[in-house]
């Protein structure tokens, strides 16, 4: 059987638009948040504000409208967050795919799909609102997380609605209502769900990673920004 993984690269013959709008694919610049990223220890880290105003001259500087990246990146940035930060959890590898745009954007699904689940996770740190969609594409079910939206995006909701390829589906949330971040989606591709409702890991620690891989694949194998 054909992998997951291929069967997400051969999904879509070129760029997929998550972001709504006028963006194209040149639009996009590369952002490495790892460990390895010495600018980000002059940033205040904890500050959302700071971190907005960090993004917004990276743009500036590349002259673009939209950072992306993060899949398999090991991120110290969320050790001011108990959520990863702690004993027990230990979590700082990020397993989806970010890109950040102005809080507001229009969200849209990249596939057919209908409404598996959806959840204000509103812990600080976490993913705030957040929508799962279901896909069912050449006999192979699979899902798509969108974090860190607008409370207002979930209003009206209904599990099992028919999402088109190209609807807008929700909006991106600000730092007050997103689990306390600059304004960016949070998008991950889950090949089983594991009974998970409303929320999926987006971060792991090392001792999990594989199994968490083989299961998120990068996103940026559909998107292809």
């Not at 939209?66 to 930060?85: D, M």
């Not at 004993?87 to 209908?114: C, M, Q, Y």
């Amino acid at each position: 059987m054909q992998s997951f993984s291929d069967f997400l690269n051969e999904l879509t013959s070129g760029f997929t638009p998550v972001i709504g709008g006028a963006y194209k694919q040149e639009d996009y610049a590369y952002i490495d948040l790892s460990e390895n990223n010495r600018d980000l220890l002059k940033l205040e880290v904890a500050s959302s504000e700071a971190f907005s105003i960090f993004i917004l001259e990276y743009l500036k500087n590349r002259e673009s409208k939209a950072a992306y990246g993060g899949y398999n990146e090991l991120r110290t940035l969320y050790n001011r967050s108990q959520l990863f930060n702690n004993t027990e959890a230990n979590r700082n590898i990020h397993i989806g795919l970010d890109i950040w745009v102005p809080a507001f954007s229009d969200i849209i699904s990249p596939l057919d799909a209908k409404i598996h689940s959806f959840r204000d996770n509103d812990n600080f740190g976490d993913y705030g609102p957040t929508i799962i969609l279901e896909h069912n594409l050449q006999d192979r079910k699979f899902f798509t997380l969108y974090g860190h939206l607008s409370r207002e995006s979930l209003n009206n909701l209904e599990i099992g609605k028919e999402i088109k390829k190209g609807d807008k589906i929700a909006e991106l949330g600000d730092y007050d209502e997103n689990g306390d971040y600059a304004p960016h989606l949070h998008f991950q591709i889950i090949e089983d769900m594991q009974g998970n409702v409303g929320d999926y890991p987006g971060v792991v620690k090392k001792e999990d990673l594989e199994i968490f891989l083989k299961n998120c694949p990068d996103p940026n194998l559909l998107l292809k920004i």
